[in-house]
């Protein structure tokens, strides 16, 4: 399977803060690559699919770079409701895998 | 707009048969591949298929001899089943809506519209 590595694993920042997150592919995985955002008790929501492309109704500040094995995710500058765990997702492979994902926490 | 909606027992003895449905609603369940995903507390995501409404499954080779992803048209809905359940297959599963987008010659495929989750407990 391949394997997908995020760092950091936990972050803390405030509101107003740039923030990236890293997702690395133990093999090239092209651009197929998604971010999904997940808050306590909900389902994943999409953000970023095929690497850079911002799904409908996402938000601006969220963007997303990367080919091949490793990919980021940024939030330009954080807003209260952006404080969730973020996956990254490979979907070049089968079976699709998940990083392990990112906590955004308050600092 | 399309919603997902998952449903099944919630409470399995081990070596049970796990068996979801996921209805959807707003849109046609035609056309469109179909994932299973599960998450154990405080863990993080497992794909576990996926299906087209035609029928075509793909499973994740670590529970392939265990499950079956299935599609009724006619009542929009899929289901999973899990057999020879244990502890280890407790977790919020959620199915979601697999769509496709063309670009550059290439087909990327993504998770846009997911259920709500369903928790399942293998507990004797």
């Known amino acids: 399977d391949i394997q997908m590595t995020q760092s950091p694993s936990s972050l803390s920042a405030s509101v107003g803060d740039r923030v990236t997150i890293t997702c690395r592919a133990s093999?090239?995985?092209?651009?197929?690559l998604n971010w999904y955002q997940q808050k306590p008790g909900k389902a994943p929501e999409l953000l970023i699919y095929?690497?850079?492309s911002l799904q409908s109704g996402v938000p601006s500040r969220f963007s997303g770079s990367g080919s091949g094995t490793d990919f980021t995710l940024t939030i330009s500058s954080l807003q209260p409701e952006d404080f969730a765990t973020y996956y990254c997702?490979?979907?070049?492979?089968?079976?699709?895998?998940f990083g392990q994902g990112t906590k955004l926490e308050i600092k | 707009q399309v919603q997902l909606q998952e449903s099944g027992p919630g409470l399995l003895k081990p070596s049970e048969t796990l068996s979801l449905t996921c209805t959807v609603s707003?849109?046609?369940?035609?056309?469109?591949?179909w994932s299973w995903i599960r998450q154990p507390a405080g863990k993080g995501l497992e794909w576990v298929g996926r299906?087209?409404?035609?029928?075509?499954?793909i499973y994740n080779p670590s529970l392939k001899s265990r499950v079956t992803i299935s599609v009724d048209t006619s009542k929009n809905q899929f289901s999973l089943r899990l057999s020879s359940v244990t502890a280890a297959d407790t977790a919020v599963y959620y199915c979601?809506?697999?769509?496709?987008?063309?670009?550059?010659?290439?087909?990327?495929?993504?998770?846009?519209?997911w259920g709500t989750g369903t928790t399942v407990t293998v507990s004797s």
């Open positions: 707003g849109g046609s369940i035609s056309n469109y591949y």
């Open positions: 299906i087209h409404a035609s029928g075509r499954t």
């Open positions: 093999q090239s995985i092209s651009s197929y």
């Open positions: 997702q490979q979907s070049y492979f089968t079976p699709r895998t």
């Open positions: 095929a690497a850079s």
């Open positions: 979601a809506r697999d769509s496709e987008a063309a670009m550059d010659l290439n087909y990327y495929y993504y998770m846009d519209v």
